[in-house]
């Protein structure tokens, strides 16, 4: 998006603006169903439609671009001053590792099956981010090393979506029969459902100490994100030196949006904690509020980029990944539970 002219991105910008209000007054209706889940269902509905289209495709496609790139890339920065250190800490070193080994597995098991599904592209390595990591966000950052357009990007998108509203039925419909405590669930929900706001959905329904648990844990999950992005970084400058690509054309090691991610994670660990607590909530309260706007507008700028008729192609092969990922990711958490407690 560098030299697009804001003339040529404005209506895009606004009309993902403006469906992401719409989000959030379907939200304020419908609670129970994350406004970021909301936001892609509707981008995704757009998109179907044949007069909408010739608009996406045209007049409206810079802005869109633009808001499902550099604005998801912000809110991802926003994202770090959730997490904690000290609170991570105070999970202790079993969870954290657990943590870590349910990352590494789901993600490198999701690739290998999506490379051996034959999925086009890098959708192998976005559906592993996606699934193992943080769902949208992680797909989003990773798809600034491997420069994936929206269109490679999108079906990842939507499986992390499907499968994080599945879960927010399905865990709670498990729960009494697999008897778990409020705590035990709370810490199967932050191990393996995709989205934050799919995660507090989904936990919130066994009571408030299944939420504490279950945001904790899935905020853990989110710091690795930054090693994860480096890593897929550090294998696509490894290829492009092998293709003779220039150095200048290379992706970072670190992306200044990951960069700018562990920083608010500083920030939030040893800043906020010596400024006044009115004062830190109302900073906290507000960068919460933009980075859910952000992710949003981004998120709906996404949904628009798919369309079921290219998805039947080899829309199957990634939904099976995609299904598959998301039980592998819940058994390894259920079993993480039972050792941990």
């Known amino acids: ?23 959030f007054a379907l939200h304020l209706v419908l609670p129970a169903v994350p ?81 051996l599904l034959r999925l086009p592209g890098h959708q192998p390595v976005l559906i592993a981010a996606g699934f193992s990591i943080c769902g949208a966000s992680a797909i989003g950052a990773v798809s600034a090393v491997t420069r994936s357009d929206e269109e490679e990007t999108a079906t990842p998108i939507a499986l992390v979506t499907l499968c994080g509203t599945l879960a927010i039925a399905v865990l709670p419909a498990l729960r009494f029969p697999l008897g778990l405590t409020p705590e035990q669930f709370g810490l ?3 191990l393996s459902v995709h989205d934050v706001g799919q995660v507090v959905a989904t936990a919130q329904i066994a009571g408030p100490t299944a939420l504490a648990v279950a945001v904790v844990v899935k905020l853990t999950r989110v710091l690795t994100l930054a090693p994860m992005v480096a890593g897929v970084s550090l294998v696509m400058r490894r290829a492009d030196a092998r293709a003779a690509v220039t150095p200048a054309a290379r992706p970072a090691l ?9 920083a608010a994670v500083l920030v939030r660990t040893l800043v906020l904690p010596l400024v006044a607590a009115p004062v830190a909530t109302t900073l906290l309260d507000a960068a ?47 079993a993480a539970v039972a050792l941990l407690t």
Request: proline letters at 4%; a positive charge; zero cysteines.
């Open 188 to 190: 199967w929900v932050g």
């Open 35 to 115: 406004l970021l889940t909301i936001a892609v269902v509707l981008g995704i509905v757009v998109g179907q439609l044949p007069p909408a289209q010739r608009l996406l495709d045209g007049v409206l496609k810079p802005g869109l671009g633009l808001a499902s790139r550099r604005l998801l890339r912000i809110g991802i920065v926003l994202l770090g001053l959730k997490l904690s250190l000290v609170d991570i800490a105070g999970l202790g070193w079993p969870t954290v590792i657990a943590i870590v080994v349910i990352v590494l597995i789901t993600f490198v098991a999701t690739f290998g099956f999506g490379r």
């Open 1 to 23: 998006m560098k030299g697009t002219r804001p003339g040529l991105t404005l209506p895009g910008l606004a009309t993902a603006a403006g469906a992401a209000l719409v989000a």
């Open 288 to 334: 919460d509020l933009a980075q859910n706007a952000l992710f949003a507008v981004a998120l709906f700028a996404l949904g628009t980029s798919i369309r079921f008729a290219r998805l039947a192609r080899t829309g199957w092969r990634a939904l099976i990944v995609g299904l598959v990922s998301w039980a592998l990711i819940a058994g390894l958490s259920l």
């Open 254 to 262: 670190v992306p200044l949006f990951v960069a700018g991610f562990l």
